[in-house]
Structures are given as C-alpha cells and as structure tokens.
C-alpha cells in the first residue's frame, strides 16, 4: 500500500487542453496566457494579472517592481516555504522577521507593527496552509504606515477573510502552481494587483525588459525570461474551470481527517477560520505541547515505513544553514515558529484521496502515537 502526501487532479478536460496547444502553432505567449490571466482578473475583481513560471518568481516580480532593493528591510514570517524570505535576498533586501501567532501560525498586525523602522519599505504576509485569519488586518497596517504589503498567497487559491478573497489582501498578490497546490500548471505563478505600474513592470521583467510596444528586440530594462508557455497556461485553465470542484474535494477530504482525529488529546487540529474561509492546501497537525520532542520524527519515519507519505512543515527559516550562516540565527530567536515547527505533520492531502485511504492514515497515525 502506498499513500502519497500529495497529487494532482488532472482530468480528460486538462489533457485535450494541452494537447490542443500542442496541435496548433503557439506554445508561447500565445491566447492561452490571455485567457489564463483573465481567469484570474474575473474570479478576483482586480485590473491586472501577470502570469510566470513560478510562485517564487512572481514574488520576486513583485518586490523589484515595488522598488525594493539594498538598504531596505522587508518584514515577514520565519514559518514559510523557503521562497516568501529568498526572494527579499534576491533583490538585495533584509529579511526581518517577526514570531507568529499560534492560533493561525501566520504573523500578526500587531507584531509587524513592533518591527517597523525607518528601512522598513514592505511586508510579506502569509495565509500560512490556507489559513486567512489576519491578513486584511496585516494590509490595512502596511497602508496607514505606507508600506507595501506583498500577499504571500501562494497557499491560499480560495480562501476568504471578513469578505475579502486572498488576493485582494495586498498591493500584489501571488498565486504559485506547483502539482502540490490547489491548482496546477506544473510549474508557474501569477501576480494579481491594480498597480498598472507594478503589473506592467512585472510583465516588462517576466520577458527580458520588453516593455509594451517596443518591439520583440527592444529591451527597456533589465529582465528574465520568466514566461509562463501557453502549454502550462492550457493546463492552468482548464484547472480553475474546475477549481469550485476542487475546493469543494479538498474540503471533503479536510472534514474526514476533522471527523476522524477530533478527539484525540494527543494531537491538536488544523484551526476553524473565524470571519472567513480557508482554502484547503495541506492537512497539518499539530502534536499536544506536552509531547516529547523528538517523538515528531519517529512518527514521520513509523508512517513512511509504511508507505504513508508525510511531512515535517516547516522548518523554520531562520534555522536554515544557510540563514545560520548569513545572520547567525540561533534556536530561541523565535520560539513560537520553533514550538510549532517541531510539532507539525502534514498528512497525505489531495483532491482525490478515499475516504478508505483517510481511515488508513489515522488509523496508523494513532498507533504510531501510541
Ligand atoms: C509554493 C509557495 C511559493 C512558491 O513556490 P514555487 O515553487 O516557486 O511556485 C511561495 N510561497 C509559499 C508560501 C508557497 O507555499
């Protein structure tokens, strides 16, 4: 028996998409990125959609197109993939981080408003698994303090807070679409903003420094090659015609493991949404705080013996050699995004997992906590 942590949803309707672009004659920059884009400024509300090749590029788009660069700190979690701090490196800046809140694991406006200097030039929030709670909060502090607030919502394709879709929580927004997350392109990203200057600098940046009407060889700034092909946005688009299906599936699946593992003092929950709604991206648990430490890893190994796929999400950032290295972080730093980050285990989480195979996992979990 084997049970994957995750997998993609790719139906007959993604497979004739991409096929279909494979018998015309435009693998790029064709109608497919039109459209895809436009997927995304329709379902949003927002004026503009730039598409990439991926989550990290997007944001990394996004902070040159804000203008931040050496000298300038931006503010953002320790509790985040890799990418949301790389690319702060990328451009030059500091990474400035600030604990999370343990309830949504995501940080807070609060907090970030204790680390505001006069270097501060943006912040970089995270609908931490999908979890939206704090994020309109977040956006209305980085606007009375002119900051810019880049929405790291790259786990949150769905969710919702106080009425406010993910997405809209920022100057820019960036989906990613790894086969891991809600939607999938195999690799890409997209950026939402109303900024014409940002998503016109983002779309100039994606395709080598052409800016607009300038012509195939002109090159108004330095650029990428960070095109999305019109291949990937095929399979993007058939993908968010399904993505009401999709949310509707992963919440399925969320609601056994709920129904499940409720209970069970050992093991705490993936928290309810207050005000809002989460978009499924990973089932996370949490080990009670009285657990040995330690004991998180041999269950991870116990389960992968067994050919259950699971996960230690995340280890925090700042303890990352690398992170080690440049800034000589240290354990107690931030010692909640440490608690947790000790603590956690992503269970195997996709569209199409069985109810039965549902039953496997906690069934083997349990035992393994045992
Ligand atoms: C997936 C993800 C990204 C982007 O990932 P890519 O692999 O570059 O598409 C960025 N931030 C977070 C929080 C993510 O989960």
Redesign the pocket.
């Known amino acids: 028996m084997k049970i994957n942590l995750s997998g993609p949803d790719i139906t007959e309707a993604e497979i004739t998409a991409v096929t279909d672009v494979l018998r015309g004659r435009q693998l790029s920059l064709g109608p497919r990125l039109t459209e895809f884009e436009g997927l995304f400024t329709g379902r949003f509300g927002r004026r503009f959609a730039v598409a990439v090749n ?3 590029s997007a ?1 990394q788009l996004c902070l040159q197109a804000m203008g931040v660069g050496p000298g300038d700190e931006v503010i953002t979690t320790p509790f ?2 890799i ?2 701090s790389n690319v702060i490196l990328m451009v030059g800046a500091t990474p400035v981080f600030v604990d999370i809140d343990p309830a949504s694991y995501n940080i807070t406006a609060e907090a970030i408003a204790r680390k505001i200097t006069p270097r501060t030039k943006a912040v970089i929030p ?1 609908e931490v698994f999908g979890n939206p709670a704090g994020l309109d909060a977040v956006y209305d502090l980085a606007l009375s303090r002119k900051l810019w607030c880049l929405e ?1 919502c ?2 949150a394709l769905g969710s919702e807070v106080n009425g406010k879709k993910c997405g809209t929580l920022g100057h820019a927004g960036t989906f ?3 086969p891991n ?1 809600q939607i999938t392109t195999g ?1 890409g ?1 997209i950026i939402l903003t109303d900024d014409e200057h940002i998503a016109r600098t983002c779309a100039a940046l994606r395709n080598q420094g052409r800016d607009g009407d300038g012509g195939w060889l002109a090159h108004q700034m330095l650029g990428y090659n960070y095109r999305l092909s019109d291949i990937n946005c095929a399979l993007g688009i058939a993908q968010m015609k399904r993505l009401d299906e999709i949310l509707v599936k992963r919440a399925r699946v969320a609601g056994w493991y709920h129904e499940l593992l409720a209970g069970d003092a050992r093991i705490i929950l993936p928290p309810d949404v207050a005000n809002g709604k989460r978009s499924w991206f990973v089932y996370v648990i949490r080990l009670a705080d009285d657990f040995p430490l330690g004991r998180r890893d041999q269950i991870i190994n116990r389960l992968r013996e067994q050919g259950i796929g699971c996960s230690n999400y995340f280890t925090p950032i700042h303890l990352q050699p690398f992170m080690v290295k440049q800034f000589g972080y240290k354990h107690g730093d931030f010692p909640i995004t440490e608690h947790i980050g000790e603590r956690t285990i992503a269970l195997p989480f996709y569209n199409n997992l069985s109810r039965s195979e549902v039953e496997t996992v906690c069934k083997a979990l349990r035992e393994a906590l045992d």
């Open positions: 991926s989550g990290t944001l985040s993939f990418a949301t995270v790291d790259c786990e990613a679409f790894y997350k690799e990203g």
